[in-house]
Each structure stands twice: as structure tokens, then as C-alpha cells.
């Protein structure tokens, strides 16, 4: 699919701060043929650009490689993820956030203050970042994840479909 750079006021944000943070559960959505991907498609469409965080980065190249480690995907869809995503983020759909050393400080507050989610570290990483740039939504395909920012006072967006914890 060939996209055209967001245009400002329309169905984006314009300008700061940020509206809404996706973390990788969901953004694998727009990249991958898995369940929900033809919703998470519609929604990037109408809300792009939207925020990820070095972190998304460095998590999708371990999906993917994961991925390709069981069979699930080749090395040719793998690099073709990797390229979309590149100019996903050179045409301004995406825009990358730093993790900074408060962010890091913060998600171990949060585990500690949200014992009743059973939040992992990169997760409370996501929910620290989007706090940071001051996101008031939250997009994210995890269910842990998606009742934690609603506790935080996060609007949660997209399907919250995988809980692969017990």
C-alpha cells in the first residue's frame, strides 16, 4: 500500500503534545497479516502520525526476528517490515520518542503502584514514555497493558486481544 504523509488536522494531531502512544502489540498490527490487522489498518489510516518510542524499535526488531526464527514469517517479509517501518517513520506516520532515564525510574514506579497488573518491564517502559510526552490515549492490542493505562487515566484504543500471560 502507497501512503501519503500525514497532513496536520487531518485525522492526526497537530502539533504538541502528543495524542496518542502505540506500543508494539498494537503497531505489529499495521505491519503483520495477524487478528485485528485489517482494524489496526482503518485506525492508522484515520489517526497517523502517531507516537512509538526507541523502545517500539528495538521490540518489533525482536518480533520480527522471533517470527522468523519459528517460520511464521521469511527473511524477504521480515526486511520488508523493517523497510516499511523506516519510512513509515521518514514520511512522519510514526514519530520516535527517546526512552530517557526518567522514563526507566518511572516504569519501576508504576510496577511498584499497580500491584493488581501484572505489568512486565517493557510494558511499563511503553506506559512511562507515553506518560512523558504527555499522551492522554493509549493504543495497544494487550490486555494487561490496557487496563493499567486505564488506571493510569490513559483513553485505551484498539483491541486489546492477547493476554499471553496466565
Known sequence: MT?????????????????????????????????????A????EREAPVGISSLT??????LLAR????GEIDATLEARVHAALADDLALGFLECHPV?????????????TLP???????????????RDRAATRLATADRVMASAAAELGFTVE???L???RP
Open 3 to 39: 501512503r501519503q504523509p500525514p497532513v496536520p488536522g487531518e485525522g492526526g494531531h497537530v502539533g504538541p503534545p502528543p495524542y496518542v502512544y502505540v506500543d508494539t502489540s498494537f503497531l505489529a498490527k499495521w505491519y503483520l497479516n495477524e487478528p485485528g490487522s485489517e482494524a
Open 41 to 44: 489498518a482503518a485506525w492508522f
Open 57 to 62: 524499535l528495538a521490540e518489533m526488531a525482536s
Open 67 to 70: 517470527q522468523r526464527r519459528l
Open 100 to 112: 530517557r532515564d526518567a522514563a526507566v525510574q518511572a516504569a519501576a514506579r508504576l510496577i511498584a
Open 116 to 130: 493488581a497488573h501484572p505489568l512486565r518491564t517493557l510494558d511499563a517502559l511503553h506506559l512511562a514514555v507515553a
Open 158 to 160: 484498539g483491541p486489546a
Open 162 to 164: 492477547r493476554d499471553p
